[in-house]
């Protein structure tokens, strides 16, 4: 326990974060981790991962003029939200469960700690988490399912694909992807979107 909880202060020191969705959605789930971690724990070390967390999640969930990253904007014509800075081909679709699901799960994980957060941004978390995986049919702001290939039951990382095919490549961030939504559905009392996590 001394051990672990000489990681939690150490980490709890860090507050900076990833400038693009994808090295920045990582930092919002390493501090994720280490406040369920802390919480367990009753660490005091919480508090100071709470913060930063909330912070970040913020900063990613709000726009203010003239701000160059941190931030998601809408494409209606694809129907799709993008975030910024991009990263690994982001802007055109690729990896949008890999990198958006960072940011599913973070903001799960803090609204499990802190139900005040999701109070206020819960709705901007669902936004996130239907660019790649939409899962009412009834919604037409974006597609169901966009990375989810129900036939062959698993997801696709390339977002306009590719003449020799489409690609999953990570599987591992792919589940992170599911069980983040997953969790989210659970902190929201939202059951059609923890199964639809559940599924994926």
Not at 3 to 28: C, H, P, V
Not at 61 to 88: M, P
Request: proline share 2%; glycine share 12%; hydrophobic share 35%.
């Amino acid at each position: 326990p001394e051990r672990m909880e000489a990681y939690l202060q150490n980490y709890a020191a860090k507050t900076g974060y990833g400038g693009d969705t994808y090295w920045g959605g990582k930092s919002l789930t390493q501090f994720g981790d280490y406040l369920t971690m802390a919480a367990d724990m009753d660490s005091t070390a919480q508090d100071g991962l709470k913060v930063s967390l909330s912070t970040a999640l913020t900063d990613w969930f709000t726009y203010s003029s003239g701000e160059v990253e941190h931030y998601f904007a809408r494409y209606d014509g694809y129907k799709a939200l993008v975030g910024f800075n991009e990263s690994y081909g982001s802007s055109e679709f690729t990896d949008h469960h890999f990198h958006y699901g960072y940011f599913t799960c973070s903001a799960a994980l803090l609204g499990l700690q802190d139900a005040q957060f999701l109070a206020e941004y819960g709705p901007m978390a669902r936004l996130v988490a239907k660019q790649y995986a939409n899962w009412e049919r009834s919604d037409t702001e974006f597609p169901f399912l966009r990375t989810f290939d129900l036939w062959h039951g698993h997801s696709y990382a390339g977002g306009t694909s590719a003449g020799n095919g489409n690609n999953q490549e990570s599987s591992s961030e792919s589940m992170q992807s599911w069980t983040g939504l997953f969790l989210l559905g659970e902190a929201m009392d939202d059951s059609a979107m923890a199964a639809a996590g559940a599924m994926g």
